[in-house]
């Protein structure tokens, strides 16, 4: 069974951090890039950050860049998002994806506080 299952999220207050963890089983992430995206209440899902398995190579939207770092430990099937000076607006359900495929997660809340 193919499975991604995203970690990490909780409630933090305006300047905190968290690190979100997104594990893979029934597949790899060979070959694939693996990206991060938002859905905030009332608001369309976003791309938040990504990372191709192959080069390393890596994407931020610019409302998280230079806040959010995202790795890729692929040995392990494991992609992470190191998100630091969080704001209230990045408040949102967060969920991986290996892009081009219909491989999502359940998704995690992150919720900052004011």
């Known amino acids: 069974e193919v499975q991604l299952v995203e970690s990490g999220g909780g409630l933090v207050q305006a300047g905190g951090s968290l690190r979100l963890s997104c594990a893979a089983s029934?597949?790899?992430?060979?070959?694939?890039?693996i990206g991060w995206f938002r859905q905030a209440p009332g608001k369309e899902r976003e791309g938040v950050s990504c990372i191709s398995s192959g080069e390393g190579s890596t994407y931020y939207a610019d409302s998280v860049k230079g806040r959010f770092t995202i790795s890729g430990d692929f040995a392990n099937n494991t992609v992470y998002l190191q998100m630091n000076s969080l704001k209230p607006e990045d408040t949102a359900v967060y969920y991986c994806?290996?892009?081009?495929?219909?491989?999502w997660g359940q998704g995690t809340q992150v919720t900052v506080s004011s």
């Open positions: 029934g597949f790899t992430f060979d070959d694939y890039t």
């Open positions: 994806n290996a892009i081009g495929s219909s491989y």
